[in-house]
């Protein structure tokens, strides 16, 4: 099992601060959102997500850096490939690619784009997620797609790694297809179900995802699985909670768990649980 630190920070010094936190418990991964505001409280501070990742890989060695998502609402494919790509040279091959469709209407109203539907979200998020692919791997032929079109693409310089990671959040089947067509990973987080819904749902879903890779040809344990421990999951509860949070979703398959960083009132659960993350593994 791989565990990642999620932080959305509100200041430098909080963002500088969970980096070295990640670095020196030994997170594999230390991720960031992609929201232009707080979707239910426009008081609380948000950075831009990817900014906030270069930083990281400008100030950090070791953990590898992320997007848990970065939000189809507000970028170009062929934009987001390209910073893809800078953000991969600034970490020296240590980027990762969340993509998303943006479920928050505030995402929608903020950018000025109207709220897509659920089926339109997952067209444009097989579709976006496509070109990503292609791009990254190199392809910069002219794109006409129901949604995205482009021409004269270039992808110079190249990923300093062999294959940037795309992982994709999803959870119907469009979704999940496009991360077993096209994606190194699939993320999902429960958000408002109860967990026992969530954790059947996600037996479901990888179900799906094994069916869907073995049609591809692709083995169903080459797609990494993480579970973004949100909404009715709360990993720092208590030390033993965490143990069996972690039993639980390995036993379902689930082979990394991103856990957000602790309030202060879950400090000392944490604190235990870091100086014994090895164990867990």
Same mark, same amino acid.
């Given at each position: 099992?791989?565990?990642?630190?999620?932080?959305?920070?509100?200041?430098? *010094?909080?963002?500088?601060?969970?980096?070295?936190?990640?670095?020196?418990?030994?997170?594999?991964?230390?991720?960031?959102?992609?929201?232009?505001?707080?979707?239910? *409280?426009?008081?609380?501070?948000?950075?831009?997500? !990817?900014?906030?990742?270069?930083?990281?890989?400008?100030?950090?060695?070791?953990?590898?850096?992320?997007? !848990?998502?970065?939000?189809?609402?507000?970028?170009?494919?062929?934009?987001?490939?390209?910073? &893809?790509?800078? =953000?991969?040279?600034?970490?020296?091959?240590?980027?990762?690619?969340?993509?998303?469709?943006?479920?928050?209407?505030?995402?929608?109203?903020?950018?000025?784009?109207?709220?897509?539907?659920?089926?339109?979200?997952?067209?444009? !998020?097989?579709?976006?997620?496509?070109?990503?692919?292609?791009?990254?791997?190199?392809?910069?032929?002219?794109?006409?797609?129901?949604? $995205?079109? $482009?021409?004269?693409?270039?992808?110079?310089?190249?990923?300093?790694?062999?294959?940037?990671?795309?992982?994709?959040?999803?959870?119907?089947?469009?979704?999940?297809?496009? &991360?077993?067509?096209?994606?190194?990973?699939?993320?999902?987080?429960?958000?408002?179900?109860?967990?026992?819904?969530?954790?059947?749902?996600?037996?479901? %879903?990888? %179900?799906?995802?094994?069916?869907?890779?073995?049609?591809?040809?692709?083995?169903?344990?080459?797609?990494? %699985?993480? =579970?973004?421990?949100?909404?009715?999951?709360?990993?720092?509860?208590?030390?033993?909670?965490?143990?069996?949070?972690?039993? %639980?979703?390995?036993?379902?398959?689930?082979?990394?768990?991103?856990? $957000?960083?602790?309030?202060?009132?879950?400090?000392?659960?944490?604190?235990?649980?870091?100086?014994?993350?090895?164990? $867990?593994?």
């Amino acid at each position: 099992m791989r565990f990642g630190l999620k932080v959305n920070a509100g200041s430098w *010094d909080e963002a500088q601060h969970w980096a070295g936190v990640a670095e020196d418990v030994g997170f594999h991964g230390l991720w960031t959102g992609d929201n232009m505001r707080n979707p239910h *409280d426009p008081s609380v501070p948000v950075h831009d997500g !990817l900014t906030l990742i270069a930083a990281w890989a400008a100030t950090t060695t070791r953990v590898r850096v992320g997007a !848990l998502i970065a939000n189809v609402v507000f970028r170009r494919p062929t934009v987001l490939a390209k910073q &893809a790509i800078t =953000l991969d040279h600034i970490s020296a091959g240590r980027f990762d690619l969340g993509i998303g469709s943006g479920l928050w209407p505030t995402d929608h109203a903020m950018s000025g784009v109207r709220f897509w539907g659920a089926g339109e979200r997952a067209d444009r !998020l097989t579709e976006f997620v496509g070109i990503v692919d292609r791009l990254l791997a190199g392809d910069t032929s002219d794109h006409e797609g129901r949604h $995205y079109r $482009y021409q004269d693409a270039a992808t110079t310089p190249g990923p300093i790694q062999d294959r940037i990671p795309i992982i994709v959040a999803a959870n119907g089947p469009k979704a999940l297809a496009a &991360a077993a067509h096209n994606g190194d990973g699939w993320v999902t987080f429960p958000g408002a179900a109860p967990e026992a819904e969530f954790v059947a749902a996600s037996i479901e %879903r990888g %179900r799906t995802l094994d069916r869907l890779c073995q049609e591809r040809n692709r083995a169903p344990d080459s797609l990494r %699985r993480i =579970l973004l421990a949100y909404g009715a999951i709360s990993p720092w509860s208590s030390v033993d909670g965490f143990s069996r949070l972690v039993d %639980r979703y390995r036993e379902i398959g689930f082979d990394e768990i991103v856990c $957000y960083a602790p309030k202060p009132d879950e400090q000392a659960v944490f604190e235990k649980v870091a100086g014994r993350l090895a164990d $867990y593994r």
